[in-house]
């Protein structure tokens, strides 16, 4: 992307300048390699010894393309990868999506096909019995439709919940997936700057999400924004928004969240900034909203549970009068969520979450402080742990009238 934004951050802008300076991302993070996705079936294997589950059922979805690298959502048929204690894993596949299952399968596996008359949970039934496996885990994202069946085609034997197992897989990240993570932040950051940049009185907020989007497209995200929240003055007091078509007027706040993927990893980046001038009470807020954002972040060291990052944004705002708690005005959600190949994952930073937090794990840092009826300010980068201490992929905001560092 041209360098266009180096000076004035905020409007002056014409857009389809903006779009001219949008070109594919010149150095892109390399995939997940073969034997990263092996060493994750290993470790999977060794939490499942740990849990006492002889097998483990992963459904489509962000579990499945992290285990074997298959990208689909869930549907009425069954795809599922089931992982024994020994032996190649084995894929259920519709009989009629080999040939696109081939194209996608970065595992060796024994690929197990059923076809539309069939009963895939049949299928798995039978592959348990020829394994000499009892205790079977069940990807907790799962169906509900698909444990009924599941349940059913075992003869009514209870499945354990396997998020102990995924989650212990997931949450962690390779240098190679932080990679991934950090092309994302990187992305979106950029799109954040061209946005900025292209705001005038009048302009629609569906307008804006609109040229997001596209611009997410033209970086070479997997599938332009994988979503976007554009929300102008009072409409920033409700952290996902209102319906309808706002129009952007001078001397309001502004409220962008937005991310993408790449290769399926998560970026999601919030920035809250004047359009024009604002009253002291946004401006105070806002500054408010940094230091607890900053609070959070001192606060991430290894061996620390998530629930104490909570803690450390909660008490810069409710010395300063607001809240306590979930009260409003004050911070009506968490603080912060895990990221990665699902937008929202384990582990969370907030009240009850006593995961220690170790290197590896990816977090937003978000502790959103809203006034009712008036107005909203969310901050959010997103940081990974590190040997001791915390590492943003992006830099936070400076100030309200300059959203980029």
Known sequence: MNDITATR????????????????????????????????LDHARALMRAAGADALLVTAGASLRYFAGIPWGASERLVAL??????????VCPAFETGS?????????????????????????????????????????????AATKLRAALDGQATADAGAIIDGCRMRKSPAELALMQQ??????????????????????????????????????????????????????YPHGLPGEQRLEENQLVLIDTGCTVEGYHSDITRCYAFGRVDGEVERIWMLEQAAQRAAFEAVRPGVPCEAIDAAARAVVERAGLGPGYRL???????????????????????????????????????????????GVRLEDHFFVTADGAAWFTEPSPAIDQPFA
């Open 9 to 40: 951050q905020i409007g002056g802008l014409d857009p389809a300048a903006a779009r001219a300076a949008l070109a594919p991302w010149p150095v892109r993070a390399a995939p997940i390699r073969t034997d990263e996705y092996q060493a994750r």
């Open 82 to 91: 089931l992982l024994t204690a020994a032996g190649k894993p084995v894929v």
């Open 101 to 145: 299952l081939a194209a996608v399968l970065r595992i060796d596996a024994d690929v197990r096909t059923w076809e539309e008359h069939e009963s895939p949970y049949a299928l798995v039934a039978t592959t348990l019995r020829e394994h000499h496996a009892h205790g079977l885990a069940l990807d907790p994202a799962a169906p509900s439709l």
């Open 184 to 237: 994302a932040t990187a992305m979106t950051l950029a799109v954040h700057r061209l946005a900025a940049r292209v705001l005038h009185a009048g302009l629609g907020n569906r307008e804006l999400v609109r040229f997001i989007d596209e611009a997410h497209r033209a970086l070479g995200a997997d599938d332009g924004s994988s979503f976007c929240i554009v929300q102008f003055g009072q409409a920033t007091a």
């Open 329 to 375: 005005p004050g911070i009506p959600h968490r603080t912060g969520h895990g990221c990665g190949m699902a937008i929202h994952e384990a582990p969370y930073l907030v009240r009850g979450d006593a995961t220690p937090l170790a290197p590896g794990m990816c977090a937003s840092d978000e502790p959103m402080i809203v006034v009712p009826g008036r107005f």
